[in-house]
């Protein structure tokens, strides 16, 4: 049972629930620049993820992941986020950022391509570096 003034919130990806718990706020990326929260009460929603920080507040404290994509859906106090790929700060090293900055630096952008993925992982290694900061 969810607690008055409480969300149920689940943070899942294809292979595994990264996170349940109950959350008083819950902030995630939008698919268009910026972010949406949600608050007990909220509408039902459905709606596509973006790439960014996530962040969850729980009675434990704010717990965030790196969201890369996909769906979430509220409806009667339940927050599901869909991700199609998502971190926890704890996944998150030095030496995986370097080596995406690595992958950045030898791709070519000379297609349409390789241009999209240029722009995918220098977002992902912006996000990746949020979570890392403290």
């Excluded at 969201?67 to 995986?96: H, K, M």
């Amino acid at each position: 049972m969810i607690g008055k003034g409480m969300l149920e919130c689940a943070v899942v990806t294809p292979d595994r629930t990264l996170f349940q718990a109950t959350a008083g706020k819950v902030i995630v990326a939008g698919y268009d620049d910026g972010e949406i929260g949600f608050l007990p009460g909220h509408a039902a929603y459905i709606g596509t993820l973006g790439t960014g920080v996530a962040r969850i507040e729980s009675e434990s404290g704010t717990v965030r992941f790196g969201i890369y994509g996909g769906f979430v859906q509220v409806e009667r106090n339940q927050v599901t986020l869909l991700c199609s790929r998502a971190e926890r700060p704890e996944d998150v090293t030095e030496e995986s950022i370097a080596a995406d900055r690595q992958h950045l630096a030898e791709l070519s952008t000379g297609s349409d391509e390789g241009y999209a993925e240029s722009q995918r992982l220098a977002l992902r290694i912006r996000v990746r570096e949020k979570l890392r900061q403290k």
